[in-house]
């Protein structure tokens, strides 16, 4: 999913915030240079964008949904930071392909 799909007409009336994932304290890396963002929706859902690609949500419930097919190293830290962030654990490759992928 990409961000214009996300930001549709809709989320943008009821209203959004946008800002930079900080790689967890687990990390020696300080920051991700502005390639991972958090995108909060005025209801409460959280999205992570990695690169120009939404890759994963969690809801207003704390529930992690998988919205992308692929895996990439530099993504995986992103989501790693992202989960961590929500108070969930990290995740591994093989934890990450037995997700099912949810079409937005």
């Known amino acids: 999913m990409y961000?214009?799909?996300?930001?549709n007409m809709e989320n943008i009336r009821r209203g959004f915030s946008e800002y930079e994932l900080i790689p967890n304290c687990s990390r020696r890396q300080k920051s991700f240079y502005g390639k991972a963002k958090i995108i909060m929706l005025a209801n409460g859902d959280k999205y992570l964008q990695s690169y120009e690609t939404i890759v994963?949500?969690?809801?207003?419930k704390g529930k992690f949904s998988r919205l992308w097919y692929g895996w990439s190293a530099t993504t995986a830290k992103h989501i790693d930071s992202f989960r961590r962030?929500?108070?969930?654990p990290g995740i591994c490759k093989a934890d990450w392909e037995k997700l099912t992928v949810i079409e937005q």
């Open 3 to 7: 961000r214009y799909q996300l930001l």
């Open 85 to 88: 962030e929500n108070g969930l």
């Open 56 to 60: 994963a949500k969690i809801d207003r």
